[in-house]
Each structure stands twice: as structure tokens, then as C-alpha cells.
């Protein structure tokens, strides 16, 4: 199976500022990289396909980069609806796994 | 629009069986696989199993072979999961979520989502 590690596990940050969360596969997933977001009690949200493909509806402040092992998500510039819990997951193979997730907070 | 509605949780002993059910509608179902994933109280996100567009292949997480079976009609735009000889460690929020159609695997649209627990 195919691990997935995300860091950091949780942030603290302000509004305006900009993050990036990182994702880490054990082997390489070319570009089968997803990202979402999840806030308390609501089901996950897709916002990044693919590696770098934003997902219609999502802010253009949301972006993701890298390929092989590594991978990026990127918030340009953080509004207050963007404090939530961010999962990375692959789909390169069976089973579908996601990282342990990031925690953004305020 | 596209809407998945999931049913079927609820409070069930160990060793018990429970039929959760996902109705979709707003999109083809039948042009789609379809997931559930899991989350148990305070964790992440778990994918549990996948089914193709016919039903003909279905792909489950280690945890749950041999327990638990996808199923889907898509005369009926609904998608099932079969939860046999239950355990604690499968408490969670169950989602079903629909898989994009571009191939690269990521689950453009989720139900709300049914708890079930495992509890005596």
C-alpha cells in the first residue's frame, strides 16, 4: 500500500497569510494527487486534481504543485472560511489512501 | 445538481450486520464508480471500497475483506454497502462519494454522511 505523510499535522496562522501544507508518498504517484477540505460535521470538499487542477467553484487562492513523491498545496492568502482540516490522497493505486491530514488553525 | 443521500446507520452490536444505502441523483449515475469512505470519531479519512460503472469490479481496503460488500443498481441510482460480523474499529461516519470521471481517482462529490456504531 502506498503511504501518504502530510505536514505538518497542524498550523496556526493568520488571515492574509500565505501556507503550504506538504504531502509525501512513499512511491511514486506521477500525478495522482488529490486535496481536500474538511470542516467539523461537513463531509470533505475536493479542491485540487490531479496535482495542480483546481476543481470548479474553488477560490483561485487554492493551488497545488509537484509530482512523483512530493506535492504541494499552497492558500495565497487565508480567509476565515479557510480554517479547516486539509487531506491529501492518491489515487495511483488500489488502495485508495490519504494522509493523516493538516489541522489549520487560527 | 448533483446530490448523494446516504441511509442505513445506526447503533449495532459486535459481531452484527447493517445495510447502508446511497441515493444519487442530478447525474448519470450508471456513467460513474461510485466510494465509501470512512471516518471514525476524531480521525481521518479511510476509503473502504470502490465499484466500477457496471458493478463488474469492486476493490476493498484490507480491513473489510471478506465483511463488508459494495453493491450497486443503477436502475435505481442507489449504491449499497453490506456490513457483516462488525467490529468496534468500524464506528465512523460512512460517506459514499461519487469518483470523477477523468481518471485520476479523486471523489468529486460526497452524501453527508450516516454514523454507524459498534457498540454492546
Known amino acids: 500500500d502506498i503511504q501518504m505523510t502530510q505536514s505538518p499535522s497542524s498550523l496556526s496562522a493568520s488571515v492574509g497569510d500565505r501556507v503550504t501544507i506538504t504531502c509525501r508518498a512513499s512511491?511514486?504517484?506521477?500525478?495522482?494527487l488529490n486535496w481536500y477540505q474538511q470542516k467539523p460535521g461537513k463531509a470533505p470538499n475536493l479542491l485540487i486534481y490531479a496535482a495542480s487542477s483546481l476543481q470548479s467553484g474553488v477560490p483561485s487562492r487554492f493551488s497545488g504543485s509537484g509530482s512523483g513523491t512530493d506535492f504541494t498545496l499552497t492558500i495565497s492568502s487565508l480567509q476565515p472560511e479557510d480554517f479547516a482540516t486539509y487531506y491529501c490522497?492518491?489515487?495511483?493505486?488500489?488502495?485508495?489512501?490519504f494522509g493523516q491530514g493538516t489541522r489549520l488553525e487560527i | 445538481d448533483v446530490q448523494l443521500v446516504e441511509s442505513g446507520g445506526g447503533l449495532v452490536q459486535p459481531g452484527g450486520s447493517l445495510r447502508l444505502s446511497c441515493a444519487a441523483s442530478g447525474f448519470t449515475f450508471s456513467g460513474y464508480s461510485m466510494s465509501w469512505v470512512r471516518q471514525a470519531p476524531g480521525k481521518g479519512l479511510e476509503w473502504v471500497a470502490n465499484i466500477k460503472e457496471d458493478g463488474g469490479e469492486k476493490y476493498y481496503v484490507d480491513s473489510v475483506k471478506g465483511r463488508f460488500t459494495i453493491s450497486r443498481d443503477n436502475a435505481k441510482n442507489s449504491l449499497y454497502l453490506e456490513m457483516n460480523s462488525l467490529r468496534a474499529e468500524d464506528t465512523a461516519v460512512y460517506y459514499c462519494?461519487?469518483?470523477?470521471?477523468?481518471?485520476?481517482?479523486?471523489?468529486?462529490?460526497w452524501g453527508q454522511g450516516t454514523l454507524v456504531i459498534v457498540s454492546s
Open positions: 512511491q511514486s504517484i506521477s500525478i495522482y
Open positions: 462519494a461519487r469518483v470523477g470521471s477523468s481518471g485520476w481517482s479523486f471523489l468529486d462529490y
Open positions: 490522497q492518491q489515487g495511483y493505486s488500489t488502495p485508495i489512501t
